[in-house]
Each structure stands twice: as structure tokens, then as C-alpha cells.
């Protein structure tokens, strides 16, 4: 079973990255390489000073049924 591109939910990697360009690089100005590379890390400095851990509130159960209904809906969309 392929995981579809659109479940970037499911992978923890994508929502780091899409806090750090929602939160920091969106709103930020930066005139050089070096000053975006400064204002990547301090946001990670800043995250990592109160780091928690991330807690599934999902079970596995309803994650496949989600999985298995894009999956559906996928096939259906590309018989159409």
C-alpha cells in the first residue's frame, strides 16, 4: 500500500518544515544566505529549549481505515 502524497500528516519530517516556514521564513526578510541560515537555526534553537515529545492521538486502526478511503478514492478518481 502506497502512502498518498497528501498525508504529509504522517510524517513528522514535513510538519517541522512546515513550522519552520510558517513561523520563521515566511515572515522574515533575509538579504543574504547567511542570514537565512542564522534565522533557521535560532528557530531551531528556540524549539529545541521546550522540546516534547509528539503524542499519536490517532490509533493505527483509524489511520489505515483513512489511508484505505483516500486510497479508494484515488482508484475511483483515476477510473473516471
Known amino acids: 500500500?502506497?502512502?498518498p502524497t497528501t498525508s504529509s500528516w504522517l510524517n513528522m519530517v514535513e510538519r517541522f518544515?512546515?513550522?519552520l516556514t510558517s513561523k520563521?521564513?515566511?515572515r522574515g526578510s533575509f538579504t543574504s544566505?547567511?542570514?537565512l541560515?542564522?534565522?533557521i537555526c535560532?528557530?531551531?534553537d528556540q524549539h529545541n529549549e521546550n522540546p516534547l515529545p509528539?503524542?499519536?492521538t490517532a490509533t493505527a486502526e483509524s489511520i489505515i481505515a483513512k489511508v484505505g478511503?483516500?486510497?479508494?478514492a484515488l482508484n475511483k478518481s483515476t477510473t473516471e
Not at 69 to 72: T, V
Request: proline letters at 4%.
Open 69 to 72: 478511503r483516500a486510497r479508494l
Open 17 to 19: 518544515f512546515r513550522d
Open 37 to 39: 541560515i542564522a534565522a
Open 42 to 44: 535560532d528557530y531551531i
Open 24 to 26: 520563521r521564513i515566511r
Open 33 to 35: 544566505v547567511p542570514d
Open 54 to 56: 509528539y503524542i499519536w
Open 1 to 3: 500500500m502506497r502512502i
